[in-house]
Nanobody
Framework: QVQPVESGGGLVQPGGSLRLSCAAS????????MGWYRQAPGKRRELVAH???????NFADSVKGRFTISRDNARNTVSLQMNSLKPEDTAVYYC????????WGQGTQVTVSS
C-alpha cells in the first residue's frame, strides 16, 4: 500500500513556527488535490488545508492567516508552513489527497506548549 511520508513535527512554544513536509508517490498525487489533516487526542481527524494541482488553496477557519500550503508537482511533495502556533494546534498531522486516497501514513506529531 502506498503511504505518504510526513516529517517536520516537533515541540514548539506558543507563537512559534514549524514547517511540515510530505512525500507522496503514485498517480494519486498527480491527479488530485493534496491536503494536510490533523487529529488531536479524543477528536476526529479534520482537514486543515488543501491545495489543488493548479495551486489554489483553502484553509480551515481555525488556521486561516497562520498556515500556508504549497506543493511541488515535479517532486511529489507538499508542505505546510505553520506560524503563530497555538496550543490548540497540538495534534498528529497527516497528509493525504482530498478526498483521502492513500493509506494513511504515520503522521508527524506537533506539540505546542510552553
Amino acid at each position: 500500500q502506498v503511504q505518504p511520508v510526513e516529517s517536520g513535527g516537533g515541540l514548539v512554544q506558543p507563537g512559534g513556527s514549524l514547517r511540515l513536509s510530505c512525500a507522496a508517490s503514485g498517480s494519486i498525487f498527480s491527479i488530485n488535490a493534496m491536503g494536510w489533516y490533523r487529529q488531536a487526542p479524543g477528536k476526529r481527524r479534520e482537514l486543515v488545508a488543501h491545495i489543488t494541482r493548479g495551486g489554489s488553496t483553502n484553509f480551515a477557519d481555525s488556521v486561516k492567516g497562520r498556515f500556508t500550503i504549497s506543493r511541488d508537482n515535479a517532486r511529489n511533495t507538499v508542505s505546510l508552513q505553520m506560524n503563530s502556533l497555538k496550543p490548540e494546534d497540538t495534534a498528529v498531522y497527516y497528509c493525504n489527497s482530498v478526498p483521502p486516497g492513500y493509506t494513511w501514513g504515520q503522521g508527524t506529531q506537533v506539540t505546542v506548549s510552553s
